[in-house]
């Protein structure tokens, strides 16, 4: 599940209730994202009075009740970026290896799998959206990772299977510099099912254009991760395509149906990360609905179908 758990609107007490609904529920990973940003303000004097603890806190917390943890690493810091902003990548990408090798030595007893950025294909998350810039960014987090924890280096999720941007990241050196490659399948439009192919690159079914590229690259034996995977509840007047949301019902009969699909026609795809854990109230009703918990965290049906599906 992703587990916004470093967020500001989260208390010590929703994230204890939100963390035993997973457990009671099946979940077995939860994804956090964790900013550079926070945690090293300013060049190498990382922030010990209260970003490096509270990750230390959530952490611990997720640890505690048995559950696995992928920490996705993002986030520019301000001198790192010359102060273009978090979402561009640094001037030079060993400081973000650096870092990354960092946040591995802390934390590489309780973080199982380590995700290197979030959809760095798109430019609303990595500005320039530059495969060359990430690639150089990734083998430089995988070798300094690597240096001190054993855990799996994941090729940031991608948004939608953008089996394009992963083969110019493959010409740009990206072979051996991840363990486990990660895209976000939503379907577009986005109220189809999962077993509906949308049309490249969107959807559960086009993971098979990514996967195509891996094999051509040598890569056959890499498992793929679905890194971010849901649908809205949150309905909203006169939507766009992208922007039709589903009934809570067939929210849970689509989470099922992604299992099925997944096991039955995508074996390579060995783990699936539900986008999230529960609703926000941000204001718009469509990007806060994807929860399988309700902003007051009762649950909806999604997450008792989640339990079955992971008991089976």
Known sequence: MQYHGMWSDQTPAT????????????????????????????????????????????????????????????????????????????????????????????????????????????????????????????????????KVDTSPVVYGGLQYNDAAFVKKTYTAGAKGCFDILATHPYSAPSDFSPTRDGGAPWGVTRVRDVRAVMVAQGDAAKPIWFTELGWSTGQIPNPQPWQRAVSEATQADFLEQTVALTRSSYPYVKGIIWFRERDRTGGNPYEDGYGLMRADLTPKPALARLKAVASS
């Not at 290197?116 to 990772?145: G, R």
């Open 15 to 146: 994230r204890a209730k939100v963390l035993d609904q997973l457990v009671a529920n099946g979940s077995e990973w939860v994804r956090i994202d964790v900013s550079w940003a926070m945690i090293e303000p300013k060049h190498q004097q990382y922030d010990m009075r209260w970003g490096v603890p509270f990750v230390d806190t959530v952490l611990q917390e997720v640890e505690d009740r048995g559950l696995k943890a992928m920490v996705t690493f993002w986030l520019t810091p301000d001198w790192a970026s010359y102060g273009k902003g978090e979402r561009y990548a640094p001037r030079y990408p060993t400081a973000y290896g650096r870092a990354a090798g960092w946040a591995a030595k802390r934390w590489g007893n309780t973080v199982d799998a380590w995700e290197m950025w979030n959809e760095q294909n798109h430019p609303d998350f990595f500005t320039t959206a530059d495969p060359v810039a990430y690639t150089k960014m990734l083998c430089s987090a995988y070798k300094e990772i690597k």
